[in-house]
């Protein structure tokens, strides 16, 4: 027997992602001890800030050619909250990815789920491999609404009349949608989150194409813009060399 459960919530229906930037230890100097140590041994900490402009040129040089390495010895951990479907498409991602995902088994899940907003591109155009999506009309948007929230409201309900029976958690989570919010911690550095970018992001610097759904895009987009604070050279050079990871 579980725990009662408590008062039913009322669903609640999001067409965004939060994105929190939890802790970190990232900054550019990270990059430069780390590749000069090949050449300077244990004077490498001497040389951050001699010549910023020679800092710049080596970090490029790094990206540029695909030394890899320095960029891995920092970390950042982000606190990320978004559709199950989301994280089952983030967690594909795994050299340099460490995640904690809150359990269905152990506390109630709440009913937060996803709903497209008016900017969602809703139709699909082309053959798979070479498509686009489009603006969907206004009725399709009113339809996609509607039968997701009466969805997500009959499957919360069901949920939550197993719970009240005794039935675990772990059991009834099963009737729960992928469109339900899941949240998470996700640790990585630099080199893994820039090759995360390279293929969940759409960008006009991109030397590579990609064709990412949507939703965790909007996920990348937002780390994206905290790890540009952090090292505003590497991100600079990671643009510059068409955002492919080295």
Same mark, same amino acid.
């Given at each position: 027997?579980?725990?009662?459960?408590?008062?039913?919530?009322?669903?609640?229906?999001?067409?965004?992602?939060?994105?929190?930037?939890?802790?970190?230890?990232?900054?550019?100097?990270?990059?430069?001890?780390?590749?000069?140590?090949?050449?300077?041994?244990?004077?490498?900490?001497?040389?951050?800030?001699?010549?910023?402009?020679?800092?710049?040129?080596?970090?490029?040089?790094?990206?540029?050619?695909?030394?890899?390495?320095?960029?891995?010895?920092?970390?950042?951990?982000?606190?990320?909250?978004?559709?199950? $479907? /989301?994280?089952?498409?983030?967690?594909? @991602?795994?050299?340099?990815?460490?995640?904690? #995902?809150? *359990?269905? &088994?152990?506390?109630?899940?709440?009913?937060?789920?996803?709903?497209?907003?008016?900017?969602?591109?809703?139709?699909?155009?082309?053959?798979?491999?070479?498509?686009? $999506? /489009?603006?969907?009309?206004?009725?399709? @948007?009113?339809?996609?609404?509607?039968?997701? #929230?009466? *969805?997500? &409201?009959?499957?919360?309900?069901?949920?939550?009349?197993?719970?009240?029976?005794?039935?675990?958690?772990?059991?009834?989570?099963?009737?729960?949608?992928?469109?339900? $919010?899941?949240?998470?911690?996700?640790?990585?550095?630099?080199?893994?989150?820039?090759?995360?970018?390279?293929?969940?992001?759409?960008?006009?610097?991109?030397?590579?194409?990609?064709?990412?759904?949507?939703?965790?895009?909007?996920?990348?987009?937002?780390?994206?813009?905290?790890?540009?604070?952090?090292?505003?050279?590497?991100?600079?050079?990671?643009?510059?060399?068409?955002?492919?990871?080295?």
């Amino acid at each position: 027997m579980t725990d009662s459960p408590t008062e039913t919530a009322k669903p609640g229906f999001l067409s965004d992602v939060t994105v929190e930037l939890v802790k970190h230890s990232a900054a550019d100097s990270d990059v430069l001890w780390a590749a000069r140590v090949s050449t300077a041994g244990e004077q490498s900490l001497e040389e951050l800030t001699k010549d910023p402009e020679r800092s710049k040129g080596l970090i490029n040089y790094l990206m540029r050619d695909r030394h890899g390495s320095p960029f891995e010895h920092n970390s950042m951990t982000f606190f990320i909250s978004a559709p199950i $479907f /989301v994280f089952r498409e983030f967690m594909r @991602h795994r050299v340099g990815w460490s995640y904690n #995902e809150e *359990s269905g &088994r152990y506390r109630e899940l709440q009913p937060v789920f996803y709903v497209p907003g008016q900017d969602r591109k809703l139709v699909q155009e082309g053959r798979p491999g070479k498509y686009v $999506f /489009v603006d969907g009309t206004p009725e399709q @948007h009113e339809l996609t609404s509607r039968v997701m #929230e009466d *969805s997500y &409201r009959q499957a919360y309900e069901a949920y939550q009349e197993m719970l009240a029976a005794g039935v675990a958690r772990e059991v009834a989570r099963a009737v729960l949608p992928v469109g339900l $919010f899941s949240s998470m911690y996700a640790t990585c550095n630099a080199r893994s989150l820039m090759h995360f970018l390279g293929l969940r992001t759409q960008h006009e610097q991109a030397a590579v194409p990609s064709f990412p759904q949507r939703e965790i895009e909007m996920v990348g987009e937002k780390m994206e813009a905290e790890w540009a604070k952090l090292m505003p050279l590497t991100y600079a050079a990671f643009n510059k060399n068409g955002r492919v990871a080295p």
